[in-house]
């Protein structure tokens, strides 16, 4: 049962727009949210996270947005730049501390 | 370099032997996370420790995988008997405090099992 769902594998972008990832979870025990970002051969780097008492969350080029009652989070990144390039995981916790990921979104930003 | 550190970076190994991997947490971190990640998939939760307290383990941890972290500081996870199943990344992970905070990864331990 993937509770933690990532329907996107995969984004394409043009340099400079906005990014948005999408994040579905049916777990309503959840309630801490991150998301982060992994490059080939490397482990994920933490981006950004959320409580679920928050609708959002901010943090320069990179924002996360909570819907709790459609159980879906997203990620904006604007301006998205090549650096961007990368799989983005969600992940969720909920009362205890392990985290639940996604199955990752490969975001591929073209010059 | 303060970050989460894991040794060895690769390890190809025979079917049917031992492998141990450690894992040295940001020195201030009291929770250290086991996680292991397959080709297409995100990773998945082994086990965690808080201080040298092993608190859950996943069904995922067969009687062929045991973890450590003696005195609260490294971890070890020992992998016995070794099947190509396991063939993997075995990710680390440590945060400090209780709930609702980031956990920081090390650049894992890619095992290939032969």
């Known amino acids: 049962d993937q509770q933690v769902k990532q329907n996107s594998p995969s984004l394409s972008v043009q340099e400079g727009r906005i990014s948005i990832l999408n994040c579905d979870y049916t777990n309503s025990m959840f309630d801490y949210f991150l998301w982060y970002k992994k490059y080939p051969a490397e482990g994920p780097t933490f981006l950004i996270s959320?409580?679920?008492?928050?609708d959002k969350n901010e943090d320069g080029r990179f924002t996360v947005f909570l819907n709790k009652s459609a159980k879906h989070l997203s990620l904006h990144i604007v301006p998205s730049q090549p650096g961007d390039s990368a799989v983005y995981f969600c992940?969720?916790?909920?009362?205890?501390?392990?985290?639940?990921f996604g199955t990752g979104t490969r975001l591929t930003i073209i010059p | 370099d303060t970050g989460v550190s894991q040794n060895p970076r690769h390890k190809i190994t025979k079917r049917g032997q031992n492998v141990t991997f450690r894992c040295d947490p940001i020195s201030e971190h009291n929770r250290l996370y086991w996680y292991r990640q397959t080709l297409g998939q995100g990773p998945e939760f082994l086990t965690y420790f808080q201080n040298e307290a092993q608190l859950e383990k996943s069904r995922l941890l067969s009687d062929r995988f045991s973890a450590e972290r003696p005195k609260g500081s490294f971890s070890t996870l020992e992998i016995q008997r070794t099947e190509q199943g396991d063939s993997a990344m075995y990710l680390c992970?440590?945060?400090f405090g209780q709930g609702g905070t980031e956990a920081f990864f090390g650049q894992g331990t890619r095992l290939t099992v032969v």
């Open positions: 992940a969720a916790s909920g009362g205890n501390e392990k985290l639940t």
């Open positions: 992970a440590s945060s």
């Open positions: 959320i409580s679920s008492i928050k």
